[in-house]
């Protein structure tokens, strides 16, 4: 099973909102990811965890926050967005950092108003 | 260095073609390099992957051929399907990015019944 699960599947929210995405895997795989891909554009590294701690920051604005609370979960916490971050979020995990394939959840669709 | 370029943009082919994907890195460190195909509104998927010490690999309809000494690498399509019809991503791993996924800038295939 390569099931990466990403909740919800579409969000709308103002820019005073406060909202949260979650991912989740049960391959005991212990690098997680989340990416941000506008239309018709690859899809941008935001964070990295591994083995549940933060090894990469792609220089993400606070407005972003990243949380691994155990192995099989990674949420991204939003506060304040704009609408220029209206995007498709996605998650991903792999086995490791180095050389290990990324297996990609189907995403959650983020409309910011 | 870190870039990994990819062409064409856009390809139209007939149901039964042969479409082929080429891309091209610079960093030598890169061993691995992953395909995702890509559905409008879904996550990548991962279709087919080589690493630098294979020159070619065959997964069903899909070949990957890969040249080391031209730092290139190339996506075949065998008797290509109208639900073939997707955006398709070459990428690759390695060296010091810690995991990081370099992307090409995705082709966007269209297969004509």
């Known amino acids: 099973d390569t099931e990466v699960t990403q909740t919800p599947k579409h969000l709308v929210m103002g820019m005073t909102n406060k909202k949260s995405l979650k991912c989740e895997q049960h391959?005991?795989?212990?690098?997680m990811y989340w990416y941000k891909q506008k239309a018709k554009k690859p899809p941008e590294l935001m964070f990295v965890?591994?083995?549940?701690?933060?090894?990469i920051n792609e220089s993400v604005p606070s407005r972003f926050s990243p949380e691994c609370p155990n192995s099989s979960l990674l949420n991204l916490h939003l506060h304040a967005l704009q609408p220029e971050d209206s995007a498709l979020y996605l998650c991903?995990?792999?086995?490791?950092?180095?050389?290990?394939?990324?297996?990609f959840g189907p995403g959650t669709r983020l409309l910011v108003l | 260095q870190q870039q990994v370029k990819q062409s064409p943009q856009s390809l139209i082919v007939q149901k039964g073609g042969i479409p082929i994907i080429n891309c091209a890195y610079e960093n030598t460190a890169f061993d691995y390099f992953p395909w995702y195909q890509q559905f409008p509104g879904k996550g990548p998927a991962l279709l087919i992957a080589i690493r630098p010490d294979v020159s070619e690999k065959k997964e069903g309809r899909f070949t990957i051929s890969f040249n080391k000494s031209a730092k290139q690498f190339s996506l075949h399509i065998m008797d290509s399907q109208p639900g073939d019809s997707a955006t398709y991503f070459c990428a690759a791993l390695g060296g010091n990015q810690g995991g990081k996924l370099i992307f090409g800038q995705g082709t966007e295939l269209s297969v004509k019944p």
């Open positions: 965890y591994s083995y549940e701690k933060l090894s």
């Open positions: 991903a995990s792999s086995q490791g950092l180095w050389g290990k394939t990324q297996y």
């Open positions: 391959m005991g795989h212990r690098a």
